[in-house]
């Protein structure tokens, strides 16, 4: 009765809704965790901002300084050209890393492990083999393989094929521990390797340059060709994962505690397996193979947020790996440096990945 | 009302190589049944069954007069709850967010005034009050046994099916535990199914006694019927000598090769073979060890 009386009388069938949403971001705020919490998304957005102005300007601003001109004396369309590069590269790293970010996360939890994410355990050379297989059965002329739309899907496709047959023959049968997928992810990437590089070797040499060209795709050389069709998978991928974040968190407790709370487990990890293939599908077009970025940002977001919920863990993760690759590539080319920011990355996290086994190890 | 109906389950491909087999058993409510048998005689594997965790190979498990295989896995959750064995989680988690997730078969995870209630009522009468900010690994054993109780409490279904909840308890949670299990059945009208290693728990704790040997139901009954020499002997593979206490039947089941063995201090010494000093008495104790891992 007494919270009755304290809250105002409601006015008319419209301002109870707003009254409840009010009251529902009053009683958000009033938790101090989640303060703190839309304070890191800001810093975040902020830094995110900072780091996206400093590559369009070293890129545009920068190197007409270093050749001596302002603005005003760039040469007419030189500008809007290098815009015009500009804005896809950045799209398409912003694109690679969200996905990235948001796969790896619902992998770990689905394979309960913080150090293994779908790049270590071998789907990039999935991407590499479907290529030139591609190349070597159709010709580097076929549309297949020449059109960049038509050869997305089919590569995701084989992804995903590939991937449901690997993890329903690891998760299913019960054998979902850490040792087991991971030798089981390198004898994969070894057999596709070997596979491919026969394939390379026995190829004509005017298809083995193609094959060349579409798979040695990095962040100095990325296939900006199918932002089109990228970004609207991005956003899919995005919300198909963000939508079942209640879901994950109760896949967390473990698989048989979350089926005993009504998780239909087999049926979750399928609809998993299928956005992970076809997230890693796109990034791994778009950027090539980022090993480490997933798990730097997942392990960093975790020790940010301080919270086991998936929601802010996806955000965190996403704007946290967007963060690393637009942030690094920026000071590379602000300073002109040679290194790539990937081979940084990579660096950085498999130092990171060794710290994790060894701390997991001693629990 | 759950009936198990000729159920036979496998776990190789190879059909003479059974886990369960031909099993039909009706759960009695309002009560604690106990499943008993030594290991590997697939008291868990019933479980996981009985719960649709593992679905049946043949047969049926019928929960309110339908096959659990037809019904949806959220709806079960509505009715039947589920607490596993170890509770090893890769994340690290309150008291009260574990109890929350017991609410999701209701909500989705989206918590409603009715749902926080409910989680509230869980914690109160688990008397976790005090804890309910802490971390898992920040309470005892007993403490997080009891906290994932509050969380099936939560779930608020009429079935509970607990395997092994006594695991790495010692004796005075054990009981606790033991007791807090009997007050779900007396107060709250819930019906329990456990599986216990430990059979004088069975014996002063359940109302209704399963003994399994190799796949199959060996006897079923009220404990007075199931702990006898004549029932047990065959089903633990081992000599046992019953007792009664309060009327409840007690099984003292140490060793009766043992009797021979004196304890000397330090010095363990057999009669039949008094030079041998420790090579003996040390290998037996092994296999002791061995038989309770």
């Known amino acids: 009765m007494v919270r009755k009386l304290a809250q105002p009388l409601p006015k008319a069938g419209d301002n109870s809704i707003i009254g409840h949403m009010l009251n529902g971001i009053k009683s958000f705020f009033s938790k101090p965790a989640n303060v703190r919490m839309v304070i890191v998304f800001l810093l975040l957005a902020a830094a995110i901002a900072g780091a996206v102005w400093l590559y369009i300007f070293s890129r545009t601003d920068l190197r007409l300084y270093r050749l001596g001109m302002t603005r005003d004396e760039a040469p007419p369309g030189a500008i809007e050209s290098i815009m015009g590069r500009t804005l896809p590269a950045l799209y398409a790293m912003a694109a690679s890393a969200v996905v990235l970010a948001v796969i790896s996360l619902s992998f770990q939890t689905i394979v309960q492990s913080r150090v293994l994410t779908p790049s270590m355990i071998g789907f990039d050379s999935v991407f590499v083999g479907t290529q030139t297989a ?92 199918i932002i089109g069709i990228a970004i609207p998978i991005m956003v899919v991928v995005v919300f198909a994962t963000l939508w079942r974040h209640r879901r994950y968190d109760v896949m967390s407790l473990g698989s048989v505690q979350a089926k005993s709370l009504g998780i239909p487990y ?53 704007m946290m790996a967007a963060l690393a690759l637009i942030l690094g590539e920026a000071v590379r080319v602000f300073f002109e440096w040679a290194i790539p920011v990937t081979v940084i990355i990579n660096l950085v996290g498999c130092v990171y990945v060794f710290y994790l086994i060894l701390k997991e190890n001693k629990t | 009302m759950i009936e198990v109906k000729n159920i036979s389950q496998s776990y190789s491909r190879q059909s003479d190589n059974e886990t369960l087999s031909d099993i039909n058993i009706t759960v009695r409510e309002n009560t604690i049944t106990a499943l008993v048998g030594a290991n590997g005689a697939g008291k868990s594997t019933l479980l996981s069954v009985m719960t649709n965790l593992l679905p049946a190979k043949s047969g049926q498990v019928m929960l309110d007069g339908v096959d659990v295989r037809k019904i949806k896995t959220s709806e079960i959750a509505k009715k039947v709850a589920f607490l596993k064995q170890t509770h090893h989680l890769s994340i690290r988690i309150t008291i009260k967010d574990l109890v929350e997730y017991g609410r999701f078969p209701h909500c989705g995870g989206r918590l409603k005034d009715a749902d926080k209630e409910k989680v509230a009522e869980a914690i109160t009468y688990m008397n976790l009050e005090d804890l309910v900010d802490k971390y898992l690994d920040e309470i005892s054993g007993g403490q997080r046994q009891r906290a994932f109780i509050a969380m099936i409490l939560a779930q608020d ?90 009327g409840r039947p007690i099984c003292l089941y140490y060793d009766h090769s043992m009797k021979h063995i004196h304890n000397h201090g330090d010095h363990v010494h057999m009669h039949e073979h008094p030079h041998e000093d420790s090579d003996v008495p040390h290998a037996h104790q092994k296999e002791v060890r061995s038989e309770i891992n």
């Open chain 1, 134 to 225: 591609l190349v070597f059965v159709f010709g580097a002329g076929s549309i297949l393989f020449a059109d960049p739309y038509i050869n997305y899907f089919i590569t995701a496709g084989i992804m995903i094929v590939v991937s449901m047959v690997m993890f329903s023959f690891i998760l299913r049968s019960g054998r979902n521990n850490i040792i087991f997928l991971l030798m089981f992810g390198l004898v994969l990437s070894g057999i596709i390797g070997s596979g491919t590089r026969y394939l390379q070797v026995i190829m004509n040499q005017s298809d083995f340059f193609q094959v060349q060209a579409a798979t040695s795709v990095n962040i100095n050389n990325m296939n900006t060709e």
């Open chain 1, 266 to 318: 087999e049926r979750e990890i399928t609809i998993n397996l299928v956005i992970i293939a076809i997230g890693m599908s796109v990034a791994t077009a778009l950027i090539g193979s980022l090993t480490f970025l997933g798990l730097l940002a997942v392990n960093s977001a975790r020790e940010i947020m301080k919270t086991h919920k998936h929601l802010p863990l996806f955000i965190a993760s996403a």
């Open chain 2, 157 to 246: 279904t009429p079935y509970i099916f607990l395997d092994e909840p006594l695991n790495n308890l010692d004796i005075k949670y054990s009981v606790e535990m033991m007791k807090i299990v009997g007050k779900l059945v007396s107060d709250l009208g819930k019906t329990v199914v456990v599986v216990l290693h430990d059979i004088n728990f069975a014996a002063a704790y359940a109302g209704h006694i399963i003994a399994m040997k190799d796949g199959k139901v060996y006897k079923e009954g009220a404990p007075l019927d199931v702990i006898t020499p004549e029932v047990l002997d065959p089903v633990f593979d081992h000599n046992f000598h019953i007792t009664k206490h309060d």
